[in-house]
């Protein structure tokens, strides 16, 4: 079993839909969750980073930590165009370092 | 900040050469990753170094593969000799010891035919 488990897609959606994306993981020591956007052919971003449980919002993003069910979130409110990428999710304890653990990705097409 | 910069952008070799991919880190940042991303196998952790020294290397698929980081604004990854199974795309990654996350650059894309 990998230690992060995320859908692949593709997700097609129409311009100002609500997104949601999601990973599930096995190893419960998990502290830290990001979530990683990357365009066609370039670099992974950091997008979102939260601290164990709960919920954090930026602008139109709004990351979910849910440790009791290893589950971890990333809504996108009134999609874009400009949202259409592939979103990773990461995850790390303090026990691993600097090690993240990445998802394959979910890739996201937003239709004008 | 011209933030991590990768070199080259694309490569396309024959098996059994020998192939080297450069990465300048974001000044002031001490801890460099290698990452090798696939459509099946995704992110995956190569080595990472601190303060220019090797921490992890346990991502390093075989011998044929090794990494330097001589300096700390610059490091090379190198393939030798290289196989149709190490195409990939290849990312370089810094960060501050207290930041959160990674910064990446733009990679290389690497072909072995």
């Known amino acids: 079993q990998k230690e992060v488990e995320q859908d692949p897609g593709p997700l097609s959606v129409p311009e100002g839909a609500i997104v949601s994306l999601n990973c599930t993981y096995s190893n419960s020591a998990f502290q830290y969750f990001m979530w990683y956007r990357q365009y066609s052919r370039k670099g992974p971003e950091l997008l979102m980073y939260?601290?164990?449980?709960g919920n954090k919002e930026d602008g139109r993003f709004t990351a979910q930590v849910d440790k009791s069910s290893k589950y971890i979130s990333l809504f996108i409110r009134d999609s874009q165009p400009s949202d259409s990428a592939t979103y990773l999710c990461a995850m790390s304890n303090s026990n691993t370092g600097n090690q993240f653990y990445f998802g394959t990705g979910t890739s996201l097409t937003v239709i004008p | 900040d011209a933030g991590v910069i990768q070199s080259p952008r694309h490569e396309v070799t024959e098996m059994g050469q020998e192939v080297t991919l450069r990465c300048k880190p974001i000044s002031g940042h001490d801890y460099l990753f290698w990452y090798r991303q696939t459509m099946m196998r995704g992110l995956e952790l190569l080595i990472y170094?601190?303060?220019?020294?090797?921490?992890?290397d346990s991502g390093m698929p075989e011998d044929r593969f090794s990494a330097k980081m001589p300096n700390a604004s610059f490091s090379t990854l190198k393939i030798q000799p290289s196989e149709p199974r190490d195409s990939a795309v290849y990312f370089c990654?810094?960060?501050?010891?207290?930041?959160?996350?990674?910064?990446f650059g733009s990679g290389t894309r690497l072909t072995v035919v």
């Open positions: 939260t601290y164990s449980s």
């Open positions: 170094f601190n303060n220019n020294v090797p921490i992890d």
């Open positions: 990654a810094s960060r501050t010891g207290g930041g959160y996350g990674y910064t």
